[in-house]
């Protein structure tokens, strides 16, 4: 939950997903839907997803136990090289060094690292392996982390304050506010869609997202193909639609923007139809319940 996602924010997530799914195994036995549900407003849904697949692998083939080695967690879906090495050397003092952003900060300022892109990546992997202790590899990866986090900033490093100053080559060669190296961030590009609000009374359209992609598995109004460039609306049918506004989300590699069209139709003949108040029980991304805040109650 915590990749690309604020403690604060998490906090209330964590404690109801807990409550809720005790064990890895009532994790795997729920359906997708109704964790996309309880994951709704954390974003990066396919993190749910791979939870999902990693809680069934290991009630399937592990018989509920975590596997206890980097060589087995790094297979499972969802696992990258920090988690997996997170998951070894603290839970199964495996001697490997996790490395994550605050990591990778803390051993390119201590060692003077000035590479970038995949050379400072594996630069940093060849301090680290020289890093690892068979005992104490859990505690120092927390350790690095905490002085990352606490001292090591992105901006503004408390090095006064910070222990490791007389060891930092970094602050030595008064390089602390320039590393590490980042490269550049192209401009994130712009999509376009369009989304269609169809009313019967109280109820609403919505449909499922496919299972593979960009939101997968979860539910929205019925929504137009992404365009790199704006084009003229294609209703789903002829009726009277009426523009009711426009929103607009930003996404990790794109920034969309998606106007929505609003239409009453005379039957529920065809789609899937809930009560206009019972949305809040469906999956559904932010960019959709920004939408809601158009739809007149």
């Not at 609306?233 to 794109?254: C, D, L, M, N, S």
């Not at 005379?266 to 158009?294: C, I, Q, R």
Request: with cysteine; hydrophobic share 35%; glycine share 6%.
């Amino acid at each position: 939950m915590l990749q690309q996602t604020t403690v604060a924010t998490v906090k209330g997530y964590f404690a109801k997903f807990l409550e809720r799914w005790p064990t890895i195994q009532d994790l795997a036995a729920t359906s997708q839907d109704e964790l996309m549900h309880c994951w709704q407003g954390l974003g990066y849904y396919s993190r749910a997803r791979n939870l999902h697949k990693t809680a069934k692998i290991i009630t399937d083939q592990y018989q509920g136990i975590v596997p206890n080695s980097y060589e087995h967690l790094i297979k499972l879906p969802g696992l990258g090289p920090y988690t997996a090495a997170a998951i070894a050397s603290i839970a199964f003092k495996e001697p490997l060094i996790a490395i994550d952003t605050n990591v990778n900060r803390v051993l390119c300022r201590l060692f003077a690292i000035s590479a970038i892109g995949m050379t400072q990546k594996e630069q940093v992997q060849d301090v680290a392996n020289t890093l690892a202790h068979t005992n104490h590899s859990g505690a120092l990866s927390q350790a690095l982390m905490d002085v990352g986090s606490s001292f090591c900033k992105s901006k503004n490093p408390k090095c006064d304050d910070c222990f490791l100053k007389s060891n930092c080559r970094a602050y030595l060669q008064n390089l602390q506010n320039v590393l590490p190296l980042k490269p550049l961030r192209p401009t994130r590009p712009k999509r376009y869609g369009h989304s269609f609000i169809m009313r019967h009374k109280t109820q609403v359209c919505i449909e499922k997202r496919p299972e593979k992609g960009l939101l997968a598995s979860l539910y929205q109004f019925p929504t137009s193909e992404f365009s790199s460039e704006q084009t003229s609306v294609q209703y789903p049918f002829k009726a009277t639609w009426e523009h009711i506004g426009t929103v607009r989300h930003i996404f990790t590699h794109f920034e969309l923007e998606l106007t929505l069209w609003e239409t009453t139709v005379s039957n529920t003949n065809h789609g899937l139809w809930t009560e206009l108040s019972n949305l809040g029980n469906y999956g559904m991304p932010t960019m959709f319940k920004k939408a809601l805040s158009y739809v007149k109650t």
